[in-house]
């Protein structure tokens, strides 16, 4: 991040596919003397607490849910499919976005 910084000083967007390398631009993106979250929007995948610490800082502008906690779920269509019961063409999980604001208000019971 810190040499595509040097090279491409303009940027003013970053997408990073989850929030550890999202925090590691912060980094780099203080280093080079921006301001994550206003002087270069952030978008991240995954809304771990770490992630969105720096959401409700300011420091990402927004987050898309990968949630960890499907596991109950694909167990359940597992032993489903085992017992040869009927399963849905297609399921749908339980992931969200989010915005400053809204992890502020989930961060104190976010169990990732």
């Known amino acids: 991040m810190e040499a595509f910084l040097k090279a491409n000083p303009d940027i003013d967007v970053l ?32 809304a771990v607490r770490d992630g969105m610490q720096a959401l409700a800082n300011g420091k990402i502008n927004f987050i898309v849910e990968c949630s960890p906690l499907l596991g109950p779920q694909l167990m359940d269509l597992v032993q489903k499919v085992h017992n ?29």
């Open 84 to 112: 040869g019961e009927p399963v849905q063409p297609r399921v749908i999980t339980e992931e969200t976005t989010f915005t400053q604001e809204q992890a502020k208000t989930v961060l104190p019971e976010r169990q990732y």
């Open 15 to 46: 997408y990073a596919h989850n929030d550890d390398m999202g925090l590691g631009a912060i980094e780099a993106i203080e280093g080079a003397g921006k301001k994550p979250g206003t002087d270069i929007k952030i978008i991240t995948v995954d």
